[in-house]
């Protein structure tokens, strides 16, 4: 068991451009949850599935950001049309049930 | 609406002084706290957790104490490294398995 994964590590785009990242959680978590963290701040809540089922979605997750997690594996979020406010670190993390949640490395944008 | 609040941002020590990193939530309904620790551009390890209904938990030279009713935690790492350079966050959630609530952060320099 390596622990959560995310692809890519960094990603520069230019705006307008859309983006796709991928998250592997620990296998056998049912739990997955997605955070954006800017320069300087704490992260903060996007959204979180129990297996394939998306059960809160921030109010930060606007129309341009889509996430999902076919057969309760991976997840994967895509972002559209991308914006400069975009740029920030998506931290992925995986837990079973109720358990500690794992994190991974993140995936750092940059919208140019 | 949760609010967790980290003060100070920034922290520098010489090496082997005692730190005290403060965690202030506004709302007392929490499941269980976080501290999590956050190297440069990598995601987030878990320290220590304390569940709502505990006082403190220890771990090596980190202790972390909850005072739930007044919505506070405390982190004490003692006789600090430069190794313990590091941002420090604490997080709450407000039941099992649910979402985390970040602080800011506080970000520490144990100087040689």
């Known amino acids: 068991d390596t622990g959560v994964s995310q692809d890519p590590r960094h990603k520069i785009t230019k705006r307008g451009q859309n983006v796709t990242f991928r998250c592997d959680p620990i296998?056998?978590?049912?739990?997955l949850y997605w955070y954006r963290q800017t320069l300087g701040q704490g992260p903060e809540f996007l959204t979180y599935?129990?297996?394939?089922?998306?059960?809160?979605k921030s109010r930060l997750l606007s129309d341009r950001f889509s996430a999902e997690r076919p057969k309760g594996s991976f997840s994967t979020l895509e972002i559209q049309r991308t914006e400069q406010g975009d740029s920030a670190m998506y931290l992925c993390?995986?837990?079973?049930?109720?358990?500690?949640?794992?994190f991974g490395q993140g995936t750092r944008l940059t919208v140019v | 609406k949760q609010e967790v609040t980290q003060i100070p941002a920034a922290l520098s020590v010489p090496e082997g002084e005692n730190l005290v990193l403060n965690c202030s939530f506004t709302?007392?309904?929490?499941?269980?706290l976080q501290w999590f620790r956050q190297d440069p551009g990598k995601g987030l390890t878990s320290l220590l957790l304390?569940?709502?209904?505990?006082r403190e938990q220890t771990s090596g030279r980190l202790n972390a104490s909850l005072d739930k009713s007044s919505g506070r935690s405390t982190l004490y790492i003692a006789a600090s490294q430069p190794g313990d350079s590091a941002t420090y966050l604490c997080?709450?959630?407000?039941?099992?398995?649910?979402?985390?609530?970040f602080g800011g952060g506080t970000r520490v320099l144990v100087k040689p």
């Open positions: 997080a709450v959630t407000k039941a099992a398995g649910n979402k985390l609530t």
């Open positions: 296998s056998e978590h049912n739990r």
């Open positions: 709302d007392s309904a929490i499941y269980n």
């Open positions: 599935f129990q297996n394939e089922a998306q059960l809160e």
């Open positions: 304390i569940q709502s209904s505990q």
């Open positions: 993390a995986s837990s079973k049930g109720a358990v500690l949640a794992f």
